[in-house]
């Protein structure tokens, strides 16, 4: 994109932020007031309200909030491109009313707006608006989804490395190779632990299966076989039994003991593995692994 044009992107998706939250801003305060009203007619009543004050700055920047992260997200889902980055934008971009970075007169029109009329508080909406960089925002915005694929493989390879144990190579769940295959140990979780360990395993499928589209090598169903199997025993509050294999005869087989689990790949994708991960820059991790897996050698 050129740099005219990306400006005008820019100054597009800031128009439009700024007018979307604009009209929540609008809707929020007739809402706010009518709530309001019927509140303190009920306390008339004698029926008791409790923190009916809705305190105004908190109902500006809540609804700046939710439309913001609803947009973050829409966005995330876009360009993500099925890997766990997310596109963040930091609250104090817009959280401006009572931060550390708020004008002094626009805290004290916030301060004092518990008596103002229907009219005063909707021309408070510029005055908040004005006072935020929707420019930043939507700089923000436009450069992380850009970058949102390229940051998500990124974290792919990091959670690789961690769930593979790949980062200690000197202890006892160091990779190391017997024949034909390598073999990254992990620790036998059970139960109490396998609703953690789901998630965890969730985002290492999906990272294989983002190799799998870049390389044309396929890991087979083993760590969904494996997944599932966790999941069914959850519920039974039971350990995958010892001596169990997923993906038998497959570039990846998961085989299952009493005190550890082994992930077992051929030498074809363990080399697609560490391609993926010189790729995405952790280099230095695998030059270590492949000096390691290729001097040692099993009991």
């Known amino acids: 994109m050129k740099k005219t044009e990306k400006r005008e992107t820019k100054m597009q998706t800031a128009e439009i932020v700024k007018n979307n939250i604009r009209s929540r801003l609008q809707e929020m305060i007739e809402s706010r007031h009518e709530l309001l009203n019927h509140a303190n ?65 626009l805290s004290l029109l916030f301060n004092n707006a518990d008596d103002y009329s229907l009219d005063d508080e909707k021309s408070l909406i510029d005055k908040y608006l004005d006072q935020i960089d929707f420019e930043c925002i939507a700089d923000e915005i436009i450069t992380q989804a850009a970058q949102l694929k390229d940051a998500g493989v990124g974290i792919f390879a990091c959670q690789i490395i961690d769930q593979m144990n790949l980062s200690n190579l000197d202890g006892y769940y160091s990779p190391y190779r017997k024949n034909s295959r390598i073999i990254c140990k992990t620790w036998a979780f059970n139960y109490l632990h396998n609703h953690s360990e789901i998630s965890k395993l969730e985002t290492l499928k999906n990272a294989f299966n983002a190799i ?35 993906g038998k005869g497959g570039h990846l087989e998961i ?26 820059g952790k280099s230095d991790v695998v030059d270590n692994i492949m000096e390691k897996t290729d001097l040692m050698a099993a009991a």
Not at 70 to 78: A, F, M, V
Request: hydrophobic share 35%.
């Open 41 to 105: 007619f009920l306390s008339s009543l004698g029926v008791e309200i409790k923190d009916n004050r809705l305190h105004l700055c908190r109902c500006f920047e809540s609804v700046a909030k939710t439309y913001i992260d609803s947009l973050c997200q829409k966005l995330t889902q876009e360009h993500a491109n099925g890997t766990p980055a997310k596109i963040k934008i930091d609250p104090e971009l817009y959280c401006i009313i009572g931060g550390r970075t708020a004008s002094r007169a």
């Open 212 to 246: 799998e589209e870049d390389a044309g090598i396929t890991f087979g169903s083993s760590i969904s076989e494996y997944i599932s199997a966790a999941g069914k025993l959850h519920w039974k509050c039971e350990k995958i039994p010892s001596r169990t294999i997923f």
């Open 255 to 280: 085989h299952c003991f009493k005190d550890k689990h082994e992930y077992r790949f051929s030498s074809q994708a363990f080399d697609v593995l560490m391609a993926f991960l010189t790729i995405n």
